[in-house]
Structure formats: C-alpha cells, structure tokens
C-alpha cells in the first residue's frame, strides 16, 4: 500500500525531473538466464539473443553507470564458456535510518566504480576462468560487442553442466 507521504514523494520528484530536464541514464540489459516465476517472461532478453535493439533498452533510475561484464570459464574436457552481461551497474543502497526515536526507510546511490574496465581473477576456483567489469557514464555506453567468440557454448548448458556437477559431487 502506498502511503500519501510516498505519493506526494514520487510526485514531487517527478515535476523536478521534468522541470530540470534530467532524464536516467539508459544502459542496454539482458540477462544470463531468465528470473524465477512464470509470470516474468524475458527470454527474449537473454544475452545469446542481444541484438542492440530497443527491447534491451532499460532506464537505470539509480544507477550513474552502465555495465558490461565479459567472462570466460573453462570446464571439464578444455570447454571454453563466453559471455557478456550488460546491465544498470548496481548501486543503489537502501536501509534503515534511526532518526527521532523511528526508523525509516532509506536509499543512497553510491559512487564505489571507476570508469573503464577492471579484470577480476577468480583465484581459489578450480577452473581457469576470466572476468573483465566495465563500467561507463554515458547512455548506451556498454554496448561494445564481445572481441573473442572462440568455443562459444549458450550459458544456459553451463548453468545446467554446472548444476550437474554439483548434484554429482553431493552424492560422493
């Protein structure tokens, strides 16, 4: 249930972006695998479909950066797995402010990335794998295409490779 404070809230923010202008910043998105619930269908939004296209166009209300996220895992048998991920880059904080003996509900957008990429070595992980994090500040801006498509298999047979492993290791 919306409260009349939220209501004149959102409201208010709203005449003021209009009034100054502001707009989100839009990043392209899609996804490695869709969510859970039969009532959300964004398969056409997965990453083996992305086209550049509108449908992959999101408003990222809480973010002032897009994301693009490219990775490489080798498993069992020298199988190379790619992909990208591109996305609103998450940083949008929220939680519980104590003020005049009340809690309230709080939310901050933080500033914890830099421009430009960053590769992530996954050490400790019993694979080779590879992860390279950009991040940018203008609309569209993760939209650079993938440079190597060498062994590409769809991630969603890693998903199931991987969640087979699992099930096969437990029973040992």
Partial sequence: MITPQQCILHVTLTMILLSTGVSPLQCYQCLINPPPGQYYNT???????????????????YSTMCMKQDFRLKILGGVTIEGVLRDCASQKNEYHDFRNGKWFPTMEVLEPYEEGCQEVDDKGERTTSFNRFCYCRQNLCNASPVTKHEDYIDIMGVIVVFNLMKYINGLM
């Avoid at 398969?43 to 550049?52: A, G, S």
């Fill in 43 to 61: 398969t056409k939004n997965l990453c083996v479909h992305f086209d550049y296209s509108d449908k992959f166009i999101v408003n990222c209300p």
